[in-house]
């Protein structure tokens, strides 16, 4: 092979590979189930606040984590995080509500990369609460208005700074 031959043909081959890093993560069925009952654990409708349901916390994190900015290592510990999930607590849908939450806070206090998948959980729960909703969150500016959150003006028209 020419040299020029194999510098195109790698350099295609590294920008088909970082681009189909989204591709080759796909949230199945099952993965988004599991996740909405754990947003739902991590933000539960109070007196308050909206639970992650109200506010589209699942929403926003499927629309966005397949955005070219989403942070790589942040979309692999999700995915890979809820794959392990699963597999580990295959029975966890069959769960009652207070053993679901026992179960999340035993796995949490026992194992670091639980915990750190389930801070990124919620780090992205909470971006879903307050950010615009044009991002696929905080549904009808329900965060917003949970906390009486003066909006700011303008308001974006298009997603991660699109041109209009």
Do not use: C
Not at 66 to 77: A, E, I, P, Q, Y
Request: net charge positive; no cysteine; aromatic share 12%.
């Amino acid at each position: 092979m020419k040299r020029r031959t194999f510098i195109k043909f790698t350099t295609v081959w590294a920008l088909l590979l970082s681009s189909n890093i989204v591709i080759a993560r796909i949230i199945s069925k099952n993965n988004l189930i599991i996740l909405d009952e754990i947003l739902n654990i991590i933000f539960p409708k109070t007196s308050t606040m909206p639970s992650a349901r109200e506010f589209k916390a699942l929403n926003y994190l499927v629309q966005n984590i397949s955005h070219k900015t989403f942070d790589d290592d942040d979309k692999v510990l999700i995915v890979d995080g809820t794959k392990d999930f699963i597999e580990s607590f295959p029975d966890f849908l069959n769960l009652k509500e207070d053993e679901k939450k026992e179960l999340i806070f035993r796995i949490i206090k026992n194992s670091s990369y639980a915990k750190s998948w389930i801070s990124k959980l919620t780090y992205y729960g909470v971006e879903a609460m307050f950010s615009d909703p044009i991002y696929g969150g905080n549904f009808e500016q329900i965060g917003w208005n949970s906390v009486k959150h003066n909006i700011g003006y303008p308001r974006p028209l298009k997603t991660y700074g699109q041109k209009i």
